[in-house]
């Protein structure tokens, strides 16, 4: 039982498996991504001195990496970037050990600027905001006396602020008494997910936003 743009793991968000390879172009001059840092908790203000960093991606593989300290209104820039087809940058920034990350761009033909804003968020560990937006159970009884089930569900966190708590994560989750035989999608015991007394806990942190990640 039981994952934006937030992350609790230090993860660089990275392209779609597959993405095409850049080729240098000298079609236009070299780019810049520009944006700004936005808090998005009601009533608070982006921190101060705050580090950001723009990866570069040909394809999978990361081939560039700088950072700058955004100034006092929250904007970032980089300047001089190669251009080159097929690559693709994202803006990442850690903040309460959260890494928050802007959505993944290409600079455009037209333009010598690609904007990439971040938005960060405040965190609780309160989940009274926190809901099930849908939930699939899938059952099947390979033997007598056994049943197996297979949740997915898809989450909502309908409030202003990440839902984390440090260690303990996100979400606690019962299990039945005598489960045995878990499998988890998208992390293992003793990373991601941790076995409690009653059930199971996720580490992962759930950034505000509808159906924001899976929890399988």
Do not use: C
């Not at 039981?2 to 993405?19: C, F, Q, R, S, Y």
């Not at 037209?110 to 809901?131: F, G, K, M, N, Q």
């Amino acid at each position: 039982p039981l994952p934006a743009t937030a992350l609790a793991d230090e993860t660089t968000p990275t392209p779609a498996e597959g993405t095409p390879v850049a080729t240098p172009t000298s079609a236009a001059g070299p780019g810049r991504v520009v944006g700004s840092v936005q808090n998005g908790s009601t009533g608070s203000p982006v921190p101060r001195d705050l580090e950001v960093t723009l990866h570069g991606f040909d394809g999978d593989s990361e081939i560039s990496t700088q950072s700058v300290i955004v100034g006092p209104d929250g904007s970032f820039a980089f300047e001089g970037l190669e251009r080159a087809t097929g690559r693709v940058y994202v803006v990442t920034t850690d903040y309460g050990g959260i890494l928050y990350a802007s959505e993944i761009g290409e600079l455009p033909l037209e333009s010598d600027i690609l904007e990439l804003p971040v938005r960060l968020y405040e965190t609780t560990a309160d989940t009274a905001a926190v809901r099930v937006s849908r939930m699939h159970l899938l059952f099947d009884f390979p033997a007598e006396g056994v049943a197996q089930v297979v949740e997915l569900w898809l989450l909502s966190n309908l409030g202003d602020r990440t839902v984390y708590d440090g260690d303990r994560g996100a979400l606690e989750v019962s299990l039945p008494k005598g489960a045995s035989g878990l499998s988890l999608d998208g992390g293992a015991l003793g990373d991601r997910f941790e076995l409690t007394d009653g059930g199971l806990r996720d580490r992962r942190e759930l950034a505000p936003g509808e159906t924001t990640g899976p929890r399988v």
